[in-house]
C-alpha cells in the first residue's frame, strides 16, 4: 500500500510568510508524529498525535509552531511568520498504534518537507 | 533524560569490508533502540530495532546490531559492504511508554569506494 506521504516537498518562503505543510499517514494508522531535521543533525521530535488529539507538543520550539489532526488522519503543521532559523526538513511520520503491547509500533517516516526561509 | 551519541560523522569503506557505524545510548529506563537508514531523496527507513528479545538483532540488507548493556552501545555491522549501502544512518532510542517518541543521533554517513 501507499506509505506516508507529505506535501509540498520543497517550499521556499520569504521570513515573515505563514507556511502549512501536509502529512497524509499509512491509512490506518493511529499514531503521528511530526520531526525537524536541521542540516547535518539528526531528526528532533516536535509533536505527537494519538487519532485526532495532540498529546504531546513539548517539542514545538514556540508558539509560532502549531500543528493540527481533526479528522485523525491527514495533519498539518503551521509555521506562523517564519524565520530564516526555521529553515530544515520537515519529516512526518506515522505508526499503527503508539506500542503493540509494551513494544513500540515501528514508524514509517515520509520523503520530508524541505523548507528554506529566505 | 534520553540521548544517543553516533561516533563518527562519516565513515568510509572499501566494498566488500566490514562494515561498523558505533551508537552509544544514555537512558535511565531500559530502552528500546533502533537504526534508521536515509537514502538521498528518500524517508527515513528502518533497519533494525532491539526490544529486549534477543541482544543480537538481525535487520534487512544483512544489517545487525548487538545491544550490548554494559557498554550501552549498539552498534550496527554488515560483514561485507556493497555500493548501495552508501546512505546516512541514524541510531535512535525510545523509552517505554504509552507512544513512541523517537531520539535521534547525529547520525553517520556512510561512504563505499571500489
Known amino acids: 500500500g501507499a506509505g506516508v506521504s507529505q506535501s509540498p516537498r520543497y517550499k521556499v518562503t520569504k521570513r515573515g510568510q505563514d507556511v502549512a505543510l501536509r502529512c497524509d499517514p499509512i491509512?490506518?494508522?493511529?499514531?503521528l508524529y511530526w520531526y525537524r531535521q536541521a542540516l547535518g543533525q539528526g531528526p528532533e521530535f516536535l509533536t505527537y498525535?494519538?487519532?485526532?488529539?495532540?498529546?504531546?507538543k513539548s517539542g514545538l520550539p514556540n508558539d509560532r509552531f502549531s500543528a493540527e489532526r481533526p479528522e485523525g488522519s491527514i495533519s498539518t503543521l503551521t509555521i506562523q511568520r517564519t524565520e530564516q532559523r526555521d529553515s530544515a526538513m520537515y519529516r512526518c511520520?506515522?505508526?499503527?498504534?503508539?506500542?503493540?503491547?509494551?513494544?513500540?509500533?515501528?514508524?514509517?517516516f515520509g520523503p520530508g518537507t524541505r523548507l528554506t526561509v529566505l | 533524560a534520553q540521548s544517543v551519541t553516533q561516533l563518527g560523522s562519516h565513515v568510509s569503506v572499501s566494498e566488500g569490508a566490514l562494515v561498523l557505524l558505533r551508537c552509544n545510548y544514555s537512558?535511565?529506563?531500559?530502552?528500546?533502540l533502533f537504526w534508521y537508514v536515509q537514502y538521498p531523496n528518500q524517508g527515513l527507513q528502518l533497519l533494525l530495532k532491539?526490544?529486549?528479545?534477543?541482544?543480537l538483532v538481525k535487520g534487512i540488507n544483512d544489517f545487525e546490531a548487538e545491544f550490548k548493556k554494559s557498554e550501552t552501545s549498539f552498534h550496527l555491522t554488515k560483514p561485507s559492504a556493497h555500493m548501495s549501502d552508501a546512505a546516512e544512518y541514524f541510531c535512535?532510542?525510545?523509552?517505554?511508554?504509552?507512544?513512541?517518541?523517537?531520539?535521534f543521533g547525529a547520525g553517520t554517513r556512510l561512504a563505499v569506494h571500489p
Open positions: 537512558s535511565s529506563v531500559p530502552p528500546y
Open positions: 532491539y526490544t529486549s528479545a534477543a541482544t
Open positions: 535512535a532510542v525510545s523509552g517505554i511508554g504509552g507512544y513512541n517518541k523517537l531520539i
Open positions: 498525535f494519538n487519532y485526532e488529539a495532540q498529546q504531546d
Open positions: 511520520a506515522s505508526s499503527l498504534t503508539g506500542t503493540s503491547g509494551s513494544f513500540p509500533d515501528t514508524q514509517y
Open positions: 491509512s490506518g494508522h493511529v499514531s
